[in-house]
């Protein structure tokens, strides 16, 4: 798990505060969901969420999707799929528009943009009041791939 400094507004913001305005109850699940993808800097899968929860907030796989979904639902989360089919999820951060993901299309690898691409180009397209941009993904061969197709 990588914290970077994108994601430094991501440690102040309040979980509990997120889930009251989204008319969701707040559950120990719920928060514990919450607030790993607020401070996990790459996009995560599913399956990533359930391995990295604490063992003591440790929810099963289906409890894992249905807050996804909900959190999906409400604007909380941004999802998005990936060359293979697999879906990622990251927290919808206020301040930080949709930006592109690098998606390895050999190993799967999703890697947020923004650390790589400033200024950013994309947000003249982002902030146009009458577009709605839900997804912005490149794809290629991340380093550790490249080197063994090589």
Known sequence: MHDSPMNAKALEFNAEETLRRAGLQKTAQRLAVLDL???????????????????????NRVT??????????????????????????????PLVPPHPHFNCRTCGTMICMTA??????????VNRPDFIIENISISGLCGLCRQQNE
């Open 64 to 93: 894992v999707y249905r807050i996804l979904s909900s959190y999906t639902r409400k604007g909380i989360i941004r999802e998005f799929e990936s060359k293979k089919g697999i879906h990622h999820y990251e927290w919808a951060q």
């Open 116 to 125: 790589f691409l400033s200024p950013c180009p994309w947000e003249q397209v």
């Open 37 to 59: 993808l607020a401070r996990t800097a790459e996009p995560l899968t599913a399956a990533d969420i359930f391995q990295r929860l604490p063992e003591e907030q440790r929810v």
